[in-house]
């Protein structure tokens, strides 16, 4: 099935608003499979509308409508679509009820009472969130949804009721697993070429591949009538990509982060971790405190930019700092070792470096000395190749040190 995204709004068209819909219906639509290959944003205008939905029947199953249902003289999707189909409209009962609830106290006058109408012969869907009813329709071989304009109540909506509907329609027959693998140290390019036979191959699973958070993610997602077939293929087929990817994999899971790896990681294992931070300015700390249970594992962060707070707050040598500077390989593991020292921590890690705009110490931005003291193991230090922006530095930085610790536990 092939899905064709259609917002209406003037404003849109004028660039005054993002088209943050769009954006959102993409990310679902694939997510439930369903293939889209084109976006059109269209004014506020029947007679174009109609054009643009003729256009779009030439290309799509299914056209996704959102902006226009609204109560104002040029909101007029569900009419002009409409007529288009020679359906005609009705007042959703239940719409109509939430709408007059929420004028209690104020006088609801008839272009309000649009916003309840429907497809006679399609199904509404709720706003849970605003008031304007959604509705859809199917007819010769295709499925109309209209879905309001306003992003809180179009992805409430979609999330609430269409991608059900979606599901019941011909894919209902099939059920959809996905997986999603994490990695960090390859570009999405050289992840892509890396698996490229396994890509022009794809069929049933199917292979997405996105760069988020500065890693990377494979999506994997198996149709069949059996969720239990769908696991066994997603597992043979992560098996075989992480036999090519393995180093730079971290973890499975929608929207997991190499920081959530980390604290999970350390609770298992009864540990706990401290920071030294300089460049960085505490974001090491600050991402693993994003992550709920932290306060388990984080004993403390010490913000050292200077030199006289490397030497009087983790005891990095004076002569260290004066023969080889505070961007170096010997200050790294002093910043560590204090710091595992000062928090009473299993592991300490250490941040120095030159973020940039500019050079210091003679060091080009970029330069980046990175401590993991750890007991019962020596000192190591990490000089990851970076560049880049100062804010690409300083996270690539703290999650370089992040995986270098998962990959050598």
């Known amino acids: 099935m092939i899905a064709e995204i259609i917002a209406v709004g003037t404003e849109l068209l004028m660039g005054q608003i993002a088209n943050t819909n769009a954006q959102f219906i993409a990310k679902k639509l694939s997510e439930l499979g369903i293939d889209h290959y084109i976006q059109t944003v269209v004014g506020d205008n029947p007679q174009r509308l109609m054009k643009v939905t003729a256009q779009a029947e030439s290309r799509a199953d299914i056209l996704i409508f959102t902006g226009g249902l609204g109560p104002t003289r040029d909101d007029l999707t569900k009419q002009t679509i409409a007529e288009y189909l020679a359906e005609p409209l009705i007042i959703d009962k239940a719409g109509k009820a939430h709408i007059m609830e929420t004028f209690k106290g104020r006088v609801m006058t008839d272009n309000n009472k649009a916003m309840a109408l429907r497809f006679e012969n399609g199904i509404s869907f709720p706003n849970v969130v605003g008031q304007a009813v959604g509705t859809a329709i199917q007819k010769n071989d295709r499925t109309y949804i209209l879905l309001p304009g306003p992003p809180s109540e179009m992805t409430a909506m979609f999330q609430h009721y269409v991608v059900d509907y979606l599901l019941s329609m011909e894919q209902a027959q099939l059920r959809l697993n996905s997986r999603y693998l994490h990695y960090f140290g390859i570009g999405e390019s050289q992840l892509a070429a890396t698996i490229d036979d396994f890509i022009m191959e794809q069929t049933n699973p199917s292979i997405a591949i996105y760069f988020g958070d500065y890693a990377v993610t494979v999506r994997l997602t198996a149709a069949g009538p059996d969720e239990a077939e769908n696991e066994d293929k997603l597992d043979e087929l992560s098996k075989e990509l992480n036999q090519r990817l393995g180093e730079y994999y971290y973890g499975q899971g929608e929207g997991l982060g190499l920081n959530q790896v980390l604290v999970s990681y350390l609770k298992d294992q ?64 002093q910043m560590a070792e204090g710091a595992r020292k000062l928090y009473n921590s299993d592991i300490a890690i250490s941040f120095t470096g030159v973020a940039g705009p500019d050079p210091m110490e003679g060091k080009d931005v970029g330069t980046v000395y990175i401590g993991i003291a750890e007991k019962g193991k020596e000192t190591r230090v990490l000089q990851p190749n970076l560049r880049g922006r100062r804010e690409n530095i300083q996270y690539r930085s703290v999650y370089t040190a992040y995986f270098d610790v998962l990959k050598n536990k």
């Open 270 to 333: 009864n540990k706990t971790i401290a920071f030294a931070e300089s460049f960085t300015g505490g974001l090491a700390a600050k991402k693993l405190v994003d992550v709920p249970g932290a306060s388990a594992v984080l004993n403390g962060s010490a913000v050292t930019y200077t030199g006289e707070a490397k030497h009087h707050v983790l005891g990095v040598k004076q002569e260290t700092l004066d023969t080889v500077g505070m961007v170096s390989p010997g200050t790294a593991i």
